[in-house]
């Protein structure tokens, strides 16, 4: 009679089981990730949009709904460089406006600085978007609001 034997195969197997499911789970996650990361595709309608202080401009403003891949520039302004009214980073935010009136955020690109660009690749619906930005900053004990100033635009997806 060889208990020990047989309790060792058991726990063996256990063993081998597990690596199993551990390798299904990894094979998921990389499949996953495969499929949620979307690389710079030229199907994507590409929409230039110019932050600035303190303005908004997408080009074009109206697009096929798909895959939309918002460039995003800060210009370059040399009066702004010294940073003393802010603006020194901009974001911008793709909100759907709700028929209710309200923004449902659907992407970001965050912390663009001056003479910086960043994309953003967002899958549409048709509807109407809103582009904004969301900053906030202290700038001599006064708090500036980009969208406040003027940074938003409304933006067509048909
Ligand atoms: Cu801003």
Not at 143 to 157: P, W
Request: with cysteine; net charge negative; aromatic share 4%.
């Amino acid at each position: 009679m060889n208990l020990r034997r047989i309790v060792a195969l058991g726990a063996a197997s256990a063993a081998v089981a597990t690596l199993a499911m551990l390798g299904a789970a990894c094979g998921n996650s990389a499949a996953h990730h495969t499929t949620t990361s979307i690389t710079p595709d030229t199907s994507a309608t590409q929409v230039a949009v110019q932050l600035s202080n303190w303005a908004i401009k997408a080009s074009p403003d109206r697009v096929p709904a798909g895959i939309i891949q918002f460039v995003a520039t800060h210009q370059m302004d040399h009066s702004m460089m010294d940073g003393s009214q802010g603006g020194e980073t901009h974001d911008l935010d793709v909100a759907r406006k709700s028929a209710d009136g309200s923004y449902k955020m659907m992407g970001s690109v965050k912390d663009i600085s001056m003479g910086e660009s960043k994309s953003l690749y967002l899958t549409l619906e048709p509807g109407e978007y809103e582009l904004q930005c969301n900053v906030v900053e202290q700038v001599d004990g006064n708090a500036i609001s980009h969208y406040a100033k003027g940074m938003h635009e409304t933006f067509t997806v048909s």
